[in-house]
């Protein structure tokens, strides 16, 4: 298994897909078994087309020198018009690295490719409720 004693990408190498305006960091404390959400706007409805590659990138994204490491489990999702909508389980916490931080830079790559614009990007902790909520 890959361990987090590699170098990695850095921020300056993917200041082009515009992720570093909206996200820099998780404003909660992110570790294996942390549920969060992203919800990203953009600037024109996503095609089906589109709107699949976004799940399957969702469900299936890795990262790593080796592309081996699925970080994150996708719980939920909700593509369409505007809006991206995934809810995520993380299976997998570097010590290192920010992985939602990466996972952005993918959909950002791939949005950017076909021609979409994001105009913001919230990721937020998902608390569980309890049972005498």
């Known amino acids: ?20 305006e909206y996200y820099q960091s998780p404003n909660f404390i992110h570790k294996k078994g942390t549920i969060f959400n992203i919800e990203v706007k953009i600037d024109k409805p996503l095609d089906e087309i589109d709107s699949n590659m976004v799940f ?16 994150f489990k996708l719980k939920e999702h909700q593509i369409g018009g505007t809006r991206i ?21 993918s959909l950002g790559s791939f949005l950017d490719l076909c021609e979409y614009r994001i105009e913001a990007i919230k990721v937020n902790e998902v608390l569980e409720k309890t049972a005498a909520e």
Not at 1 to 20: A, P, V
Not at 56 to 71: C, H, N, P, Q, V
């Open 56 to 71: 399957s990138l969702a469900s299936s994204w890795t990262w790593g020198e080796d592309r081996r490491i699925k970080a």
């Open 1 to 20: 298994m890959t361990k987090d004693n590699f170098d990695y990408y850095t921020d300056k190498e993917f200041e082009w897909t515009g992720i570093l």
């Open 85 to 105: 909508f995934l809810e995520f389980l993380t299976i997998r916490k570097s010590q290192r690295y920010d992985e939602i931080k990466y996972f952005l830079f």
